[in-house]
């Protein structure tokens, strides 16, 4: 893996038909695919009825390598991911209107439903990595495998909106003018429509190396429904299948490039 990423995760379910894949529906912000994250995972702590899986997250990070977590649903595939995503990524300031860093006092674990839970017995532990990385999340099931060009269509919002999500990246002092510029130009979906093909297997890694170049710390990706664009495809009538086969090797190359360049 390069210097930009610790690990990777990737979730997939087992035998289960996905849905979602097909659609040419897109949200406005990264927010509608992964809705107050952090709330969901406090208030599913709080329930009482959460599972304590927390030591997980020491053995995650002592593996700084590919992961696949393989499960059907309701077994928790997104829990465990809420709180993987919960517990490691950086905190980042809001923006006011001069897209400038509100002040606000930095959020420690003893603070969360985390001070409770099983990882928190190692305090150095969570004092070392509690909320220290850029965490990069994607979500394989929104994108369109029924046609070429709504599969790169897909794909750029799927870039798009993973950059979205780190706009702190527009006040960085760290990126290039050039790097800034592109940044820029395609966070947003007016610029992720012109987005070039040859371009979009590559977001990843630019995300990632930006973020190391912006904290100096290598990020952590999640990788959601890792299987259901092959899975569509793989469930494709026969007339069609051929064509849409070459389309898993741009989304091999962009996986590829997130994780080793």
Not at 41 to 58: A, R
Not at 77 to 85: A, F, V
Not at 137 to 146: H, K, Q, R, V
Not at 154 to 175: E, G, Q, V
Request: net charge neutral; glycine share 4%.
């Amino acid at each position: 893996m390069s210097q930009g990423t610790l690990f990777t995760i990737f979730v997939s379910a087992c035998l289960v038909a996905l849905v979602g894949a097909d659609s040419d529906e897109h949200p406005e912000t990264w927010d509608d695919y992964w809705d107050n994250h952090w709330e969901e995972f406090d208030e599913l702590v709080e329930t009482g009825g959460y599972v304590d899986k927390t030591p997980l997250l020491k053995w995650f990070i002592s593996r700084r390598r590919h992961l696949a977590l393989l499960a059907p649903p309701k077994l928790g595939r997104t829990t465990n991911q809420l709180m993987i995503r919960r517990f490691f990524e950086k905190e980042v300031m809001p923006l006011d209107a001069n897209y400038k860093p509100t002040i606000k006092k930095p959020e420690t674990w003893n603070e969360t439903v985390f001070k409770d839970l099983a990882v928190c017995k190692d305090r150095k532990f969570c004092d070392d990595h509690f909320r220290k990385y850029p965490v990069i999340y994607l979500d394989f099931s929104n994108l369109n495998t029924t046609t070429e060009l709504s599969f790169f269509h897909s794909i750029r919002y799927l870039t798009t909106y993973m950059w979205m999500d780190h706009d702190s990246l527009r006040n960085s002092k760290a990126l290039s003018e050039k790097e800034h510029d592109k940044f820029i130009k395609y966070r947003h979906p007016r610029g992720g429509i012109e987005m070039p093909n040859d371009f979009v297997a590559a977001g990843g890694w630019l995300l990632s190396l930006w973020l190391w170049k912006h904290y100096n710390k290598t990020s952590i990706v999640l990788i959601d429904n890792f299987e259901s664009p092959a899975e569509c495809l793989i469930n494709a009538n026969q007339t069609k299948r051929k064509e849409k086969l070459k389309l898993l090797r741009p989304l091999q190359d962009f996986v590829c490039e997130a994780d080793h360049r």
